[in-house]
């Protein structure tokens, strides 16, 4: 069973720290993998992707991949009360095209 | 540009009856996807299409779902009969589906159907 781990939370963090969501995967056959952010109510929406082992950052927010942990992260830097919502992790098909698998995702709240 | 339509936004139905979902993919997107998404939990596949082929339906329980992309471009999923354990979020996700990068999913709004 190929799987995707999150830690459910809630993770609480104050305005302008720094949050850091993290998750890990079974199958090493993975070779893309995604964040989502979902808000209460409303439908997934794409934040970023990865499919190189290190950092990549767009904006607030920086991915971090390590294929030999299977490990998966997603940092928001100057975190506002706006980020508050639930962080999807997924692991997305190599080019064998194995379906993409979510975890079921981190709530994050964001005190003002 | 257009994102993934879906619907209707919602439905309320008594169970044994049937329901029919609708989506409309963005424009040039080759792959489409079905999910069914449980409150607490992440979304989980029901079918995947590339083009006008189911190529992963092994989670769509047969009994009483079904789905059809015809054309390779809009789709619709239906349930028929309705159970009360139906009652989820039904979300519909498009991609490029050429290349690692272009397989990024991009979802439409969702329908919530409740089944009492």
């Known amino acids: 069973q190929k799987e995707v781990e999150q830690n459910s939370g809630p993770l609480s963090v104050p305005e302008g720290a720094i949050a850091s969501l993290n998750c890990t995967y079974s199958?090493?056959?993975?070779?893309?993998f995604f964040w989502y952010r979902q808000y209460s109510g409303k439908s997934p929406e794409l934040i970023m992707f990865?499919?190189?082992?290190g950092d990549k950052e767009d904006g607030r927010f920086t991915a971090q991949l390590n294929k030999a942990s299977q490990y998966v992260s997603l940092l928001i830097r100057d975190s506002q009360p706006s980020d508050s919502a639930t962080y999807l992790c997924?692991?997305?098909?190599?080019?064998?095209?194995?379906?993409?698998?979510f975890g079921a995702g981190t709530r994050l709240f964001v005190k003002a | 540009e257009a994102g993934v339509v879906q619907s209707p936004r919602y439905k309320i139905i008594e169970k044994k009856q049937p329901v029919a979902f609708w989506c409309n993919p963005i424009?040039?997107?080759?792959?489409l996807y079905w999910y069914l998404q449980n409150l607490g939990q992440g979304p989980e596949l029901l079918i995947r299409?590339?083009?006008?082929?189911?190529?992963?339906d092994s989670q769509l329980p047969k009994d009483r779902f079904s789905a059809e992309r015809l054309k390779g471009v809009d789709s619709t999923l239906k349930i028929q009969p309705a159970e009360l354990g139906d009652s989820a979020v039904y979300l519909c996700?498009?991609?490029?589906?050429?290349?690692?990068?272009?397989?990024?999913?991009?979802f439409g709004p969702g329908t919530r159907l409740t089944v009492l």
């Open positions: 199958d090493r056959g993975s070779q893309s």
């Open positions: 996700a498009s991609s490029l589906g050429q290349g690692v990068s272009a397989d990024t999913q991009y």
């Open positions: 299409y590339e083009n006008e082929e189911a190529v992963d």
């Open positions: 997924a692991a997305g098909p190599n080019t064998g095209g194995f379906k993409t698998i």
């Open positions: 424009s040039g997107h080759n792959t």
């Open positions: 990865i499919y190189s082992n």
